[in-house]
């Protein structure tokens, strides 16, 4: 005989835990999280490199493509409710540059561990290494069957992430079961994802970080976006929040490149009359030393090969204004020609997923079968970097969860009309 619960969460990333605490919170009982990895918020311990970006003081809904459906479920569990929400489960926050919440501690370690001592404290049941094989709705239970093994619940709230950095089990296995339930998907693609460059370059500067300008330039002159911050040289891509934030751009273009401008505040000429002063000093310097003092070494050497093609045999004296030109032209913009983003490996987020048209805004329930909801980033809707995309995850989470509550507790009757009055009350 199958086990019997009230809600099984599909997911125990960020908004499955924060969907299975809210439903707890709220006075349901036998709740139960599958979860495809050996242990649970893998992806959670990556972000904000390590340090948990938990969300952002700034939670303007156009930073992710604003919608009634966002917007609706944003409002539902705001950016106070969240830092509320961890406060109160002790865990000290802190704001820091351009409105960014991270714990005090600077542990996304310890953000998972506040998630799983308050499911601990609920008796959420975790069941680690599933493999779902089907999912099955009858006589008002869904039935799940996975590992060979089988439970029977009142409802299920789909929270298993998208496609992006599939090491932390985010794989995108539970689509072709959504599928066969006649739910449709937006196509996923890579987000906030490096841009791949040719290897010969970027190899020579693995490792090196600048800050300035730069721009996603399609063809000769067309400039699609532009963005400011930190730029980092990987072996075969680029990368840096603000080049990430430029990928959410690109949409199967080609003929791209990226342009950075590593003095925003000098012209081209401020920037040749200091390279003219420059080269008095370093008259008798080799000319591979030219650029120490403007930019990273390594960074200068591939500037000033790319501007005059030639070895670095000569003394900085022996420049002469037309080649100084041509190195002010790269200080002032170079541009690196990129070959597509890079792949789920690399990315942050997933672009696409579930269409929201299938699921209420109000509650994240589906449509077409009541009992069942979805959160996260399998939802069609990503944010940009800067603590938003998991800002959605606990909003999304929080609604699907508190909705799936009342739900089971109210045994679906005016499940609708309930929250309709619910929301127009907030």
């Given amino acids: 005989m199958k086990k019997r619960c009230n809600l099984v969460v599909i997911g125990a990333g960020a908004s499955g835990m924060m969907a299975a605490i809210s439903a707890a919170s709220a006075g349901l009982d036998g709740i139960m999280i599958l979860e495809h990895n050996d242990r649970v918020g893998k992806k959670l311990l990556s972000t904000g490199n390590g340090r948990c970006n938990i969300t952002n003081i700034d939670p303007d809904p156009e930073y992710y493509g604003s919608s009634l459906f966002i917007n609706e479920v ?52 975790i069941i680690c290494s599933v493999k779902i094989q089907s999912i099955d709705k009858r006589d008002g239970y869904y039935s799940i069957r996975f590992n060979g093994i089988g439970v029977e ?54 490792g090196v970080r600048v800050k300035g300008d730069v721009l996603l330039v399609k063809g000769k002159n067309n400039v699609i976006a532009r963005e400011s911050g930190e730029i980092q040289f990987n072996e075969g891509s680029i990368s840096g929040v603000c080049v990430m934030q430029l990928s959410a751009r690109v949409a199967g273009d080609d003929d791209l490149c990226l342009a950075i401008r590593l003095f925003p505040e000098l012209s081209r000429q401020q920037i040749f009359d200091r390279l003219k002063a ?65 792949g789920f490996d690399k990315a942050q987020v997933t672009s696409g997923g579930l269409l929201t048209a299938q699921f209420d805004r109000r509650t994240l329930m589906s449509i077409k079968d009541n009992g069942l909801f979805a959160c996260g980033e399998i939802l069609d809707v990503h944010g940009l970097c800067g603590g938003y995309n998991l800002q959605w995850a606990w909003s999304s989470g929080y609604v699907a969860g508190s909705s799936a509550a009342r739900f089971v507790l109210h045994n679906g009757r005016g499940f609708n009309q309930r929250m309709a009055k619910w929301g127009s009350e907030r």
Avoid: W
């Avoid at 591979?288 to 500037?303: M, T």
């Avoid at 030639?310 to 170079?334: P, Q, S, T, V, W």
């Fill in 153 to 206: 619940t009142r409802s299920v709230i789909i929270a298993c992430g998208g496609k992006a950095a599939p090491f932390t089990g985010s794989d995108g296995s539970i689509n072709p079961l959504l599928e066969r339930m006649n739910y449709s998907f937006a196509p996923q693609t890579p987000a906030l994802v490096p841009f791949a460059a040719d290897p010969a370059l970027t190899k020579t500067l693995k």
């Fill in 278 to 342: 420059k080269r008095e000093q370093m008259a008798k310097a080799g000319i591979a030393d030219y650029l120490i003092g403007f930019v990273n070494k390594k960074l200068g050497i591939q500037i000033i090969k790319r501007s005059l093609n030639e070895k670095l045999n000569r003394h900085c004296g022996d420049l002469d204004d037309n080649e100084l030109g041509k190195i002010a032209d790269m200080l002032f913009e170079m541009r690196i020609p990129v070959r597509g983003l890079c």
């Fill in 74 to 125: 944003l409002s539902g569990f705001s950016v106070d409710d969240t830092m509320n929400f961890f406060e109160d489960l002790g865990l000290m926050l802190s704001v820091e540059d351009q409105g960014r919440v991270y714990p005090r501690c600077s542990q996304a370690s310890a953000v998972l561990d506040i998630l799983r001592f308050a499911c601990d404290r609920y008796g959420i049941d």
